[in-house]
Each structure stands twice: as C-alpha cells, then as structure tokens.
C-alpha cells in the first residue's frame, strides 16, 4: 500500500510539472454546485415561507404556511487540479467537500429553536472535463465522490418536547454513506459568458440493506416498529442553469432548476404512544427546486466568494431536512442570497 501511495504521488507530482495550469491547492473552475442543488457546496441564507405541520410547529399555532430561516454553509477545499493537451483539452480536478444545512424558526417569539442540523463530509471529489469548444457543446465533465456521509440532528428543543409529549417516535436517527455520480454537459468555466448547463446526477447507497435511516429503541429514539422502511437505495437527480453574459458592470441573470427523486421516509411523527399504528411505508416521489436571480461576478477575480446572487427560491416536494423527510407536500418559497 505504501508503494501504491507513493508512486501515485509521485506521479501526481510529475503530472503536475507538466500541467499548464493549475497545481497543488489550486482552484478548478468546473465542478461547482449549481444554484438549484439541494445539497449546494456554497454559502446560502434564506428567509422563506414555507408549509406549517405540527412535527416542527413549536407553539402548536395551526398556522398553514409559517416563517422560518435556512443556512447553508458549504465549502470546497482544492487539493489538485491540472490541464493537459493541446490547448487544454482535459482537465482533472481533486476537492474535497462539505457542508452543514441549518433550518430554523427564527420569528417563533419563545425561544426561535434550531428545527434541524444535516451534515455530509466525506472522501475528496475527483472532476474529469473534456473541452470540445464547438458552437453550442462547450465541454462536458464526470464527477465522482467514492464516498460520503450525511448525518441529520433534530433540534433540542423539538427533542425534549416531543419526550415531554410522549411521542411514538421521538428522534430518527438519519445517516447513511454514499458514493455519488454526476455527468455534465457545458460546465460553465467562463463564469461571464453566457452559457446553458446540463446535469444528471447518481447516488447510491454503500449499505443498501441498511437504508437511509433507522429508530433506535434501546437508545431512547421511539418504538422501532412504527418505521416501514423498503429498500430503495438509489436518489437521482436532473439539474439545468442558464447564466446569460455578463454586463460591463459584472451582473448575469441565472436561472436554475431541479428535478430530484427520492425517498419519501416511512413513519408518522404524530403519533403518540397508544395510538393505532397507521404510519405509512417508504415511496417515492419527485422533488422540484427553482431558482430565479442576479449574480454579480467580481471583474478581475474567479476565487472564493468572486460571485455573489440574490433571487427568489422555490421548492416542491417531500420536506428535505432530517427525520421530517417522511412529509410530503411540502412547499417553500423566500429570498436567498448565495456566496460562492
């Protein structure tokens, strides 16, 4: 093994002599999240309206559609990245990635709780792209995360009061590993110029059998038997943005959107211990985000945090934080503000 590394390095090292660009800790213009990502790897504040249910209703007000916050923050370490080819024909990039999703009912008056933290960290990504430079076919890239890891968290203050209210289910414990697969067409490199870009995305569970999530009874989490889960190990995923060229001043309209299907989570969290298991099994089901917005470009710089957008953020589908996945018809509309 330690012959295996140290040739690899040392090839890397060799390769990276010969590169025309790029380097160690170097950064890659392709093989970023795009605005409508689910699981960005940027920087995101919102402030949105989104649907009420009484798992995460903390003063119970019955309220159909209720206020709430959502910070993600993501980052993208760059270990390598390299060109090769005449005229840069092929790019290979290393990144490592993770980020941390905060949702929160900051205008609930009585203490504003923390409703859900997800994490995902895992093994650096490695990018491929061929650029083609033909008319409308720019490039196209393969990404490849071998592993990942997300973890979700309730909220202590839903926690205790789900305890204090003698809740069938109390916490779901959500974490699973995965390896994740996305081919695009038209990685937007030149972030000034206009561009059309095509994203389907894989992934795939390591441990199928064990599935997405699990209920702990001997840890204190609710009565396991109240959760169906089925095996689907798979969530898949088609995303399209359009940037158009930048103006003198450094400002591009973008849209972008996605098309998820995923796991709708098998149990009801409003059931109570003592009452009749009607709790509903895994299925299916498609989620839809839309973003519509400004970015500006700082002139000059293509580094971390160049590029700054507002718009508007719409979603569709089952709820996409922790436990609360097994709700669907969840809707979600507000402002957000993206770093990248």
Partial sequence: MRIVFFNTLFLLCCV???????????YAPYGKSLLSDVHPNFVRFELVGNTNHQTYDFTHSDKSYRSSSQG???LELPVWNGDFGVDRQYGLSVTLTASTYLWMDLFETQTSPILNNDYRIGAPTATFIHRLNRKFLKNYSVAWSPFKHESTHIGDELQIQRVEADY??????VSYNYTELAFTLNEPENIDAQCHTLRMG??????????WYRIIESAGDGDESLAHPTVSPFEAYLQY??????????FQGVVSAEIRNRVVYGYDLTLKNGDIDNSQSDYRCFTYNLFIGMRYHLPGYDGYFSRFSIGVRLYHGNCPFGQFRSIDNYNQMGVSMVFQ
């Fill in 241 to 250: 943005q359009y940037q158009t060229a930048a103006s003198s001043h450094g």
């Fill in 202 to 211: 894989l992934m795939l569970l390591w441990a199928p059998n064990d599935g």
């Fill in 16 to 26: 990276t002599l010969q590169a025309g660009n790029g380097g160690w800790f170097t």
């Fill in 168 to 173: 069938a289910i109390r916490r779901v414990n």
């Fill in 72 to 74: 993600c923050f993501g």
